[in-house]
């Protein structure tokens, strides 16, 4: 017989069956569930140290962590979240504290946080219990306000963001969380967008501020390839978040553009980004994070 696989087992689908978006601007530390099938939920008490210019990613299979920011002065604790969707309050911090930085998962199990303000390049591993390395090294142009998905079941992309300048350059994450030197930017430079993986095994970088605000997404293939810019479909705003729910779909939520946002996009198994959802029942806010666990 075959043996049967757990749906969260990491040998299955590279994606989790829920999200969660959390913390942002205004400064909250209020979270909003993601359902396998899309649907945000209205606010949950917000549990840990409000802030934003944060991220965030999964771990272990199945759960989640939250991690440094910015509330009046930059931070380095992180925040887990079980496979229920529970935050837990804050733990201590390791590694330089930085805001407006990018995280993602690597290896199957575990998540790498990386880049922020200085600019800075260096990155921070997390393990497949949550627990945060101490600085690595970086590799790749120092930015900030960039973005990270998944991709390949096991490995990772930084891309986009500025360096004092706006960039499209991207850096591949192998999936034993080595980060590769730079990689010529494919698709309009920007910051301030928001990225997520979606059809097992695949990712999406979308929206963002390239001197203005914008909704165009740049799909990235199985083998970490940047594809040139799509056509935005939804609301142009910066400072949104997104993560995967349902296994093999995405969505983006949130962000500002006139004012903060609440709206959200679901992103297909095929990498195709919905209209307009009505606004959620969260609170709108921008410069959040997100990510999938369950």
């Known amino acids: 017989m075959f043996p049967i696989i757990p749906a969260n087992s990491v040998t299955a689908a590279s994606g989790n069956d829920e999200g969660i978006f959390g913390f942002g601007n205004p400064t909250t530390a209020i979270t909003n569930l993601v359902s396998n099938t899309g649907v945000v939920s209205s606010d949950v008490a917000g549990v840990g140290t409000s802030r934003y210019g944060l991220a965030a990613c999964e ?20 925040n887990l979240v079980s496979n229920a969707g529970v935050v837990s309050s804050d733990v201590a911090g390791v590694g330089t ?56 079941e096991d490995k990772g992309i930084f891309g986009f963001g500025q360096t004092g300048s706006l960039t499209a ?6 999936n034993a969380g080595v980060v590769s030197s730079d990689v010529a930017g494919v698709g309009t430079a920007r910051n301030q967008l928001a990225a997520c993986s979606y059809g097992d095994d695949k990712g999406i970088f979308g ?10 997404t740049n ?31 995405g969505i983006f939520g949130f962000g500002a553009s006139g004012g903060h946002k609440a709206m ?31």
Do not use: H
């Open 219 to 249: 799909l990235v293939s199985n083998a970490g390839v940047v594809s040139s810019d799509v056509a935005g479909v939804g609301t142009a705003r910066y400072g949104p978040a997104a993560c995967s729910y349902g296994y093999d779909k």
């Open 59 to 78: 771990f272990g299979g199945d759960k989640a962590i939250f991690g440094f920011g910015y509330d009046g002065s930059v931070l380095s604790m992180t």
């Open 169 to 174: 350059i991207t850096n591949l994450v192998s």
């Open 264 to 294: 959200t996009n679901l992103v297909s198994n095929t990498g195709v980004v919905a209209s307009d959802q009505a606004a959620t029942t969260g609170t709108a806010r921008s410069n959040l994070a997100a990510c999938s666990f369950n």
């Open 97 to 152: 504290a930085r805001s407006q930085l990018a995280a993602c998962g690597y290896g199957g199990d575990k998540g790498i946080f990386g880049f922020g303000v200085g600019p800075v390049s260096m990155t921070n591993l997390v393990s497949n219990a949550g627990v945060v390395s101490s600085d690595v090294a970086g590799v790749g142009t120092a930015r900030r306000i960039l973005e990270a998905c998944s991709y390949g």
């Open 207 to 216: 929206f963002g501020d390239s001197g203005s605000v914008t909704a165009i």
